[in-house]
């Protein structure tokens, strides 16, 4: 037993064997292959004629990450740590979507989460410095969670503030039908996305919102230099953890 869980763990989770690597390349190809079922699905002609297929073929791709996640659940020294990792939790909610459409039906739409499995093939193709400089990038998110934050309530307090204003000085009679309405319009202007679907009239109405487009291009560039400052620090030397993969501790031999 123990002879055959350290064979499938190697051909799981280890690339740097030819068998390793094949089930890796496979599996890459179904995610992409049950990403594009999901996606012609949602066509309504091709839905229409190809329907029932579709179906069938998104329940066989289910059943083939059903059976491998448990497997490696079985082959993992710690099960419960791989199942609460972020690649387990992915591996669960590629599954999951199916079976929740049994009671909801629509569900199964939910299962493209599964291209997020695709992070796996920095490690099939030797590409680990990608990752590190993802962490890297994160340790910086978090080091900055601070500043985000007091941006953030920041954004919130003038966003409110200047629908309230928008909505006393235009009123419904030129979209602004609601504060909520108002401060979508503040957000939308400030980001200087613009979608157009409400505007200003009043000249005191358009000089507010000059002000406010004025102040989101400055605002726009905050944060990437507060993210930026931070990972311009010299990184920190990490100890050794747990395997992000397989749940195993660093340099762990399997049983």
Not at 183 to 190: P, S
Not at 196 to 206: M, W
Request: charge should be positive; charged fraction near 15%.
């Amino acid at each position: 037993m123990n002879t055959l869980r350290e064979r499938l763990y190697t051909i799981i989770f280890e690339t740097d064997t030819r068998a390793g690597k094949a089930f890796d390349v496979g599996l890459i190809f179904f995610i992409l292959f049950s990403v594009l079922l999901v996606m012609l699905d949602s066509i309504p002609g091709i839905h229409d004629d190809w329907g029932i297929w579709l179906l069938v073929g998104e329940w066989l791709i289910t059943a083939l990450f059903t059976v491998e996640y448990l497997l490696r659940l079985f082959v993992t020294i710690h099960p419960r740590r791989y199942a609460s990792s972020f690649f387990g939790i992915v591996d669960l909610l590629a599954i999951l979507p199916t079976y929740v459409s049994i009671f909801l039906p629509g569900m199964h739409i939910l299962t493209t989460v599964r291209v997020m499995r695709l992070l796996r093939i920095f490690r099939v193709f030797k590409m680990v410095q990608f990752v590190g400089e993802g962490h890297q990038l994160w340790q910086a998110l978090k080091r900055s969670r601070h500043k985000i934050t007091v941006f953030l309530t920041t954004i919130l307090t003038v966003v409110v503030a200047v629908g309230s204003l928008m909505y006393l000085i235009e009123g419904s009679r030129s979209g602004f039908t609601s504060i909520p309405k108002s401060i979508y319009w503040a957000i939308v202007t400030m980001t200087t996305v613009g979608y157009g679907d409400i505007a200003p009239v009043t000249p005191l109405g358009q000089i507010v919102a000059s002000l406010l487009m004025v102040v989101g291009y400055g605002i726009i560039a905050v944060p990437t230099g507060i993210v930026t400052s931070e990972m311009m620090r010299p990184p920190v030397k990490q100890s050794d953890g747990f395997c992000p993969c397989c749940g195993r501790k660093m340099n762990e031999s399997v049983d």
